[in-house]
Protein backbone atom coordinates (compact mmCIF):
# COMPACT_ATOMS: atom_id res chain seq x y z
CA UNK A 1 0.00 0.00 0.00
CA UNK A 2 1.57 3.60 -0.95
CA UNK A 3 1.78 5.77 1.78
CA UNK A 4 -1.12 8.89 2.12
CA UNK A 5 -2.61 11.38 4.54
CA UNK A 6 -4.46 8.22 5.49
CA UNK A 7 -1.76 5.52 6.58
CA UNK A 8 0.15 8.18 7.81
CA UNK A 9 -1.96 10.33 9.58
CA UNK A 10 -5.44 9.28 9.79
CA UNK A 11 -5.07 5.27 10.39
CA UNK A 12 -1.93 5.78 13.11
CA UNK A 13 -4.80 8.62 15.14
CA UNK A 14 -7.58 6.24 14.73
CA UNK A 15 -5.81 2.76 16.09
CA UNK A 16 -4.31 5.20 18.83
CA UNK A 17 -7.82 5.63 20.16
CA UNK A 18 -9.26 2.36 19.53
CA UNK A 19 -5.95 1.19 21.41
CA UNK A 20 -7.10 3.82 24.36
CA UNK A 21 -10.09 2.01 24.29
CA UNK A 22 -8.55 -1.28 24.39
CA UNK A 23 -6.61 -0.07 27.74
CA UNK A 24 -10.45 0.61 29.25
CA UNK A 25 -10.80 -2.95 29.51
CA UNK A 26 -7.01 -3.69 31.45
CA UNK A 27 -5.51 -3.65 34.54
CA UNK A 28 -2.25 -4.04 35.65
CA UNK A 29 -2.89 -7.59 37.10
CA UNK A 30 -3.66 -8.43 33.52
CA UNK A 31 0.04 -8.17 32.63
CA UNK A 32 1.12 -9.78 35.96
CA UNK A 33 -0.77 -12.66 34.83
CA UNK A 34 1.14 -12.75 31.14
CA UNK A 35 4.92 -12.30 33.22
CA UNK A 36 3.55 -15.04 35.88
CA UNK A 37 2.43 -17.64 33.07
CA UNK A 38 4.89 -17.04 30.20
CA UNK A 39 4.41 -20.31 28.87
CA UNK A 40 1.93 -18.63 26.04
CA UNK A 41 4.32 -15.34 25.28
CA UNK A 42 7.12 -18.31 23.98
CA UNK A 43 4.54 -20.29 22.46
CA UNK A 44 3.30 -16.81 20.33
CA UNK A 45 7.36 -16.42 19.74
CA UNK A 46 8.75 -19.64 18.91
CA UNK A 47 5.32 -19.75 16.83
CA UNK A 48 6.17 -16.28 15.32
CA UNK A 49 10.06 -16.71 14.57
CA UNK A 50 10.79 -20.10 13.88
CA UNK A 51 7.05 -22.02 12.78
CA UNK A 52 5.63 -19.05 10.15
CA UNK A 53 9.19 -18.57 8.95
CA UNK A 54 10.13 -21.98 8.09
CA UNK A 55 6.40 -22.16 6.59
CA UNK A 56 6.69 -18.96 4.54
CA UNK A 57 10.09 -20.33 2.95
CA UNK A 58 8.19 -24.09 2.29
CA UNK A 59 5.09 -21.91 0.22
CA UNK A 60 7.63 -19.85 -1.45
CA UNK A 61 8.97 -23.21 -2.71
CA UNK A 62 5.64 -25.01 -3.69
CA UNK A 63 4.28 -22.20 -5.10
CA UNK A 64 7.26 -21.51 -7.45
CA UNK A 65 7.67 -17.87 -6.56
CA UNK A 66 10.28 -15.94 -8.67
CA UNK A 67 13.26 -14.90 -6.42
CA UNK A 68 11.96 -11.30 -5.87
CA UNK A 69 8.64 -12.23 -4.16
CA UNK A 70 10.22 -15.23 -2.69
CA UNK A 71 12.24 -12.74 -0.58
CA UNK A 72 8.99 -10.52 -0.24
CA UNK A 73 7.54 -13.31 1.39
CA UNK A 74 9.92 -14.32 3.61
CA UNK A 75 10.31 -10.59 4.19
CA UNK A 76 6.90 -10.49 5.53
CA UNK A 77 7.38 -13.73 7.70
CA UNK A 78 9.71 -11.87 9.82
CA UNK A 79 7.79 -8.91 10.09
CA UNK A 80 6.12 -8.83 13.24
CA UNK A 81 2.41 -8.46 14.45
CA UNK A 82 0.30 -5.32 13.24
CA UNK A 83 -1.46 -2.96 15.83
CA UNK A 84 -4.61 -4.45 14.30
CA UNK A 85 -4.08 -7.60 15.66
CA UNK A 86 -4.85 -6.14 19.47
CA UNK A 87 -8.09 -4.63 17.94
CA UNK A 88 -9.33 -8.26 16.52
CA UNK A 89 -8.11 -9.89 19.35
CA UNK A 90 -10.47 -7.74 21.59
CA UNK A 91 -13.38 -8.39 19.10
CA UNK A 92 -13.04 -12.07 19.45
CA UNK A 93 -12.56 -12.09 23.20
CA UNK A 94 -8.89 -12.67 23.57
CA UNK A 95 -6.09 -11.86 25.87
CA UNK A 96 -5.91 -8.45 24.85
CA UNK A 97 -2.77 -8.34 27.17
CA UNK A 98 -1.01 -10.94 25.89
CA UNK A 99 -1.54 -9.36 22.73
CA UNK A 100 0.19 -6.25 23.63
CA UNK A 101 2.95 -8.01 25.29
CA UNK A 102 3.74 -10.02 22.43
CA UNK A 103 3.73 -7.03 19.81
CA UNK A 104 5.93 -5.02 22.38
CA UNK A 105 8.48 -7.72 22.41
CA UNK A 106 8.28 -9.34 18.60
CA UNK A 107 8.73 -5.33 17.61
CA UNK A 108 11.91 -5.76 19.74
CA UNK A 109 12.82 -9.10 18.27
CA UNK A 110 12.79 -7.59 15.12
CA UNK A 111 15.44 -5.48 15.61
CA UNK A 112 17.53 -8.51 15.36
CA UNK A 113 15.30 -11.17 13.51
CA UNK A 114 14.60 -9.29 10.72
CA UNK A 115 17.26 -8.27 9.11
CA UNK A 116 18.94 -11.78 9.74
CA UNK A 117 16.38 -13.70 8.29
CA UNK A 118 16.29 -11.24 4.94
CA UNK A 119 19.37 -11.14 4.16
CA UNK A 120 19.45 -15.03 4.30
CA UNK A 121 16.71 -14.73 1.85
CA UNK A 122 18.64 -12.23 0.04
CA UNK A 123 21.52 -14.89 -0.41
CA UNK A 124 19.57 -17.92 -0.63
CA UNK A 125 17.21 -16.67 -3.37
CA UNK A 126 19.01 -13.96 -5.17
CA UNK A 127 22.63 -14.63 -4.77
CA UNK A 128 23.66 -11.39 -3.07
CA UNK A 129 24.02 -9.81 0.71
CA UNK A 130 22.43 -6.57 1.07
CA UNK A 131 22.52 -5.12 4.38
CA UNK A 132 19.16 -4.79 6.27
CA UNK A 133 19.34 -2.07 9.26
CA UNK A 134 17.32 -2.62 12.27
CA UNK A 135 13.41 -0.88 11.82
CA UNK A 136 14.65 1.10 15.16
CA UNK A 137 11.71 4.04 13.65
CA UNK A 138 9.30 1.25 13.17
CA UNK A 139 9.62 0.24 16.78
CA UNK A 140 9.18 3.50 18.09
CA UNK A 141 5.68 3.73 16.03
CA UNK A 142 4.92 1.02 18.08
CA UNK A 143 5.03 1.96 21.03
CA UNK A 144 3.80 5.49 20.30
CA UNK A 145 0.62 4.07 18.86
CA UNK A 146 0.15 0.60 20.64
CA UNK A 147 1.79 1.46 24.30
CA UNK A 148 0.95 5.39 25.17
CA UNK A 149 -2.74 5.31 24.53
CA UNK A 150 -3.09 1.77 26.37
CA UNK A 151 -1.21 3.32 29.72
CA UNK A 152 -3.64 6.28 29.58
CA UNK A 153 -6.63 3.71 29.00
CA UNK A 154 -5.58 2.03 31.92
CA UNK A 155 -4.60 5.08 34.35
CA UNK A 156 -8.78 5.77 33.40
CA UNK A 157 -9.80 3.06 34.42
CA UNK A 158 -7.91 3.22 37.26
CA UNK A 159 -8.91 6.52 38.32
CA UNK A 160 -11.85 7.10 37.02
CA UNK A 161 -13.73 3.87 36.56
CA UNK A 162 -17.63 5.13 35.46
CA UNK A 163 -16.11 7.57 32.67
CA UNK A 164 -13.99 4.08 31.58
CA UNK A 165 -16.63 1.94 31.27
CA UNK A 166 -19.19 4.82 29.28
CA UNK A 167 -16.17 5.33 26.89
CA UNK A 168 -15.71 1.31 26.74
CA UNK A 169 -18.75 0.31 24.30
CA UNK A 170 -18.87 3.39 21.83
CA UNK A 171 -15.02 3.10 21.30
CA UNK A 172 -15.60 -0.56 20.68
CA UNK A 173 -18.17 0.27 17.72
CA UNK A 174 -15.71 2.85 16.81
CA UNK A 175 -12.51 -0.32 16.10
CA UNK A 176 -15.24 -2.32 14.06
CA UNK A 177 -15.81 0.78 11.97
CA UNK A 178 -11.94 1.69 12.25
CA UNK A 179 -11.41 -2.31 10.54
CA UNK A 180 -13.83 -1.59 7.93
CA UNK A 181 -12.19 1.76 6.83
CA UNK A 182 -8.53 0.05 6.61
CA UNK A 183 -10.23 -2.69 4.55
CA UNK A 184 -11.47 -0.31 2.16
CA UNK A 185 -8.36 2.11 2.28
CA UNK A 186 -6.43 -0.88 1.55
CA UNK A 187 -8.57 -2.53 -1.99
CA UNK A 188 -9.39 1.06 -3.08
CA UNK A 189 -5.23 2.17 -2.89
CA UNK A 190 -4.29 -1.10 -4.82
CA UNK A 191 -7.44 -1.31 -7.35
CA UNK A 192 -6.05 -0.51 -10.30
CA UNK A 193 -2.64 -3.49 -9.55
CA UNK A 194 -4.58 -5.22 -7.51
CA UNK A 195 -5.46 -8.75 -10.04
CA UNK A 196 -1.83 -8.61 -11.45
CA UNK A 197 -0.52 -8.89 -7.27
CA UNK A 198 -2.92 -11.54 -6.92
CA UNK A 199 -2.17 -13.64 -10.22
CA UNK A 200 1.07 -13.02 -8.78
CA UNK A 201 1.22 -14.21 -5.27
CA UNK A 202 -2.31 -14.25 -4.16
CA UNK A 203 -2.40 -17.95 -3.52
CA UNK A 204 0.70 -18.04 -1.67
CA UNK A 205 -0.47 -14.77 0.53
CA UNK A 206 -3.65 -16.89 1.31
CA UNK A 207 -1.80 -20.23 1.67
CA UNK A 208 0.55 -18.18 4.31
CA UNK A 209 -2.32 -16.47 6.05
CA UNK A 210 -4.21 -19.31 7.02
CA UNK A 211 -0.71 -21.20 7.83
CA UNK A 212 -0.06 -18.72 10.22
CA UNK A 213 -3.64 -18.14 11.61
CA UNK A 214 -3.95 -22.17 12.29
CA UNK A 215 -0.86 -22.32 13.93
CA UNK A 216 -1.44 -19.54 15.95
CA UNK A 217 -4.58 -21.11 17.43
CA UNK A 218 -3.82 -24.73 16.74
CA UNK A 219 -0.71 -25.37 18.67
CA UNK A 220 -1.36 -23.57 21.73
CA UNK A 221 -4.71 -25.35 22.22
CA UNK A 222 -2.68 -28.26 21.57
CA UNK A 223 -0.37 -27.21 24.53
CA UNK A 224 -3.52 -26.70 26.76
CA UNK A 225 -3.10 -22.99 26.44
CA UNK A 226 -6.35 -21.08 27.37
CA UNK A 227 -8.82 -20.23 24.37
CA UNK A 228 -8.49 -16.93 25.02
CA UNK A 229 -4.60 -17.00 24.27
CA UNK A 230 -4.98 -19.21 21.67
CA UNK A 231 -6.72 -16.66 19.96
CA UNK A 232 -4.41 -13.88 21.36
CA UNK A 233 -1.44 -15.63 19.55
CA UNK A 234 -3.70 -16.57 16.68
CA UNK A 235 -4.30 -13.03 15.37
CA UNK A 236 -0.91 -11.62 16.57
CA UNK A 237 1.03 -14.15 14.18
CA UNK A 238 -1.88 -13.87 11.46
CA UNK A 239 -2.09 -10.07 11.13
CA UNK A 240 1.75 -9.04 10.03
CA UNK A 241 2.96 -5.36 10.11
CA UNK A 242 2.62 -5.12 6.37
CA UNK A 243 3.61 -1.73 6.44
CA UNK A 244 6.82 -2.11 7.76
CA UNK A 245 7.79 -5.06 5.25
CA UNK A 246 6.66 -2.71 2.45
CA UNK A 247 8.32 0.78 3.73
CA UNK A 248 11.72 -1.58 3.72
CA UNK A 249 11.12 -3.61 0.29
CA UNK A 250 10.83 0.10 -0.87
CA UNK A 251 13.48 2.36 0.60
CA UNK A 252 16.25 -0.46 2.04
CA UNK A 253 15.81 -2.72 -0.20
CA UNK A 254 14.52 -0.58 -3.52
CA UNK A 255 12.67 -3.08 -5.34
CA UNK A 256 8.92 -3.09 -5.71
CA UNK A 257 8.12 -6.45 -6.67
CA UNK A 258 9.24 -7.43 -2.97
CA UNK A 259 6.91 -5.11 -1.39
CA UNK A 260 3.57 -7.20 -3.57
CA UNK A 261 3.85 -10.15 -1.23
CA UNK A 262 2.52 -7.35 1.49
CA UNK A 263 0.76 -5.72 -0.16
CA UNK A 264 -1.72 -8.78 -0.93
CA UNK A 265 -1.12 -10.25 2.35
CA UNK A 266 -2.55 -6.94 4.01
CA UNK A 267 -5.53 -6.98 2.23
CA UNK A 268 -6.63 -10.72 2.61
CA UNK A 269 -5.46 -10.91 6.73
CA UNK A 270 -7.87 -8.55 7.16
CA UNK A 271 -10.90 -10.40 5.63
CA UNK A 272 -9.56 -14.01 7.05
CA UNK A 273 -9.06 -12.34 10.35
CA UNK A 274 -12.84 -10.87 10.50
CA UNK A 275 -14.26 -14.24 9.40
CA UNK A 276 -12.05 -16.35 11.72
CA UNK A 277 -13.92 -13.50 14.80
CA UNK A 278 -17.43 -13.95 13.13
CA UNK A 279 -16.84 -17.71 13.94
CA UNK A 280 -15.33 -17.41 17.28
CA UNK A 281 -17.84 -14.99 18.04
CA UNK A 282 -20.66 -17.32 16.79
CA UNK A 283 -23.38 -18.01 19.05
CA UNK A 284 -22.60 -14.69 21.70
Known amino acids: MESSIVTTLLLPVALGIVMLGLGLSLTVADFARVVRYPKAVLVGLFAQTVVLVAGAYVIARLFALSPELAVGLMLLAASPGGATANIYSHLAHGDVALNITLTAINSLLALVTLPLIVDAALVHFLGQDQYVPPPTRKVIEVAAI???????????????PKVAAALEKPI???????????????????????PGFIAAVGAACLAFNLLSMAVGYGLPRLLDLPRSQAIAISMEIGI?????????????????????????YSIIMFVTAGAFTLWLNRGR
Request: a positive charge; zero cysteines; proline letters at 3%.
Open 172 to 194: RLFAVLVLVAVIGAAIFAEWDRL
Open 146 to 160: IVLPVLIGMALRAGL
Open 240 to 264: HNGTLAIFIALTVLQNATMSVPAAV
